[in-house]
């Protein structure tokens, strides 16, 4: 594989501020720490004139955290910053994850003059006590509203929802695929709840205030998103993904085909020239180094070629489409076989993959346990 990097093409910029942390959240972010905005965007511009040149992309993500959390005047200083050193190719797509309370006309407005066209609302539920279980501030009403004010102004929403919640039937999960697909956003991501160390729910699930819901549940709460959305017209491109035409995420593609990628902000991990960096977690020491002028990078990696071959074929298989032998072989000097060939042939047998000779994916069997596969993958 040549040394050589195509320069990145996407750029995520990560904004660390929520109203509050829902009890499953183990993202990297601060909840009632406004009085940080201000210092937070003296960071980002700095952080950001350290390409020292401004660099165009195919793809700018604003993830969170709570990027719409920002007041007006705030959110458009940061926009400003981005823009200026990620220009946006023409045709290039903008994303900004928000919070369906943060969507009134006056900053969906501010959006769509800088650019944003896809906007990914994180709204998980439609169900009044699904939604206060997991800590949501917003209710269905306001959810609706969110979806339809944002398809006025830009080009696509995506609607993420969560699945596998304690006590959750799956007519209950049904209600809220049903309750999405009448506001028809052009993409929607489907998770099961995980238990994450270190949150609020992981606390809860071990003193037994919370309980896992049971695993054929979720499985067929997974089989129904996948039923249910294929079947009203969406395509069903990764795992967690469906997309109407035209409308899957091409950030998050760019990620999946293992392309590089520029990233700034607390927490943020980026992808340039072969080498994985990724950004203290805490808001705080981030802050704190950036503005003295120091690095915020808290680990820094460049994989062996097997590994990031390794790596590149767990991406690649994220996708339905999977990959394709020779393409892959090429790209990487490794042939699958060479890699997971064992293991390849093991879940082929089991019912897990599809091999054809000249494409590898997962087969429906394999989605509900690919989560499961990949640690065998990885591992040399």
Known sequence: MSAAQPNPRSAYIHVPFCRHRCGYCNFTLVAGRDDLISDYLRAIEVELSWLQTPREVDTLFFGGGTPTHLPLADLEKLL????RWFPLAIGGELSMEANPVDLRDEKLSLLAEYGVNRISLGGQSFDAQKLALLERDHDAGALARAVQASRRYVRSVSLDLIFGTPGESLSGWQQDLIAAL????QHVSTYGLTFERGTNYWSRLLSGE??????EVERAMYALAIDTLTGAGYHHYEVSNFAQSGHRCRHNEAYWAGESYYAAGPGAARYVEGRREMNHRSTTTYLKRVLAGESPVAES??????DRARELLVFGLRRIAGIERDPFAARTGYSVDDLVGPQLSDMVAHGLMIDDGRRVALSREGLFVS????PRFLRR
């Open 80 to 83: 400003v910053f981005a823009r």
């Open 182 to 185: 009448e506001l028809r956003p």
């Open 210 to 215: 919370l309980s896992r819901l049971d695993e």
């Open 301 to 306: 990696e460049t994989l062996s070629p097997e």
């Open 371 to 374: 989560d499961a596969i990949w």
